[in-house]
């Protein structure tokens, strides 16, 4: 998820706007990426195609890379977009359980110094790593917030 803010808590249930990225997708590391059994189809909506994968207990995700349908294994990680609206039309479904923050998605930063004075653009380059908890090494940013869920039927 976004590195702000610190909510949900843990084990706290919520239900948010995601899609699945492929580990190939983000170049994510292994450490944050998992195999997840789904079912995925594609949806019309609004004139257009989205495919949506139901990862389980009645919860859907978006898939922005892949047009196959049918039963499949996911590689990769959920990713929790607040403003996934902007960009899909079907509405999310389902709840997820926060088990565990378990760490940080970092990557290189650079600080460059805009025309206003105190403020700068940030760029980042390199691959991103991953920290358990809140440890980054200096010269990196964080970039997203690694959380362990689960998903849960609306009546747990």
């Known amino acids: 998820m976004e590195p702000w803010p610190d909510e949900p808590a843990v084990g706290a249930v919520f239900t948010p706007t995601t899609y699945w990225a492929s580990s190939e997708q983000m170049e994510l590391p292994a450490e944050v990426c998992t195999e997840v059994p789904a079912r995925v189809e594609a949806v019309d909506i609004d004139g257009r195609t989205e495919w949506v994968a ?3 207990d009645g919860f859907i995700t978006m898939m922005s890379d892949i047009a ?9 990680c959920l990713v929790w977009d607040r403003y996934l609206w902007l960009d899909f039309k079907t509405r999310p479904q389902g709840s997820l359980r926060i088990l565990d923050r378990a760490g940080l998605l970092v990557q290189r930063e650079e600080w460059t110094a805009t025309r206003h004075p ?7 380059s390199g691959a991103l790593e991953y920290h358990q908890r809140d440890s980054g090494p200096a010269g990196f940013g964080v970039r997203w917030k690694a959380s362990i869920v689960e998903t849960v039927t609306p009546d747990n």
Do not use: A, N
């Open 118 to 124: 105190g403020m700068f653009s940030v760029t980042y």
């Open 54 to 56: 139901h990862l389980g």
């Open 68 to 76: 196959v349908v049918g039963d499949v294994v996911l590689r990769g």
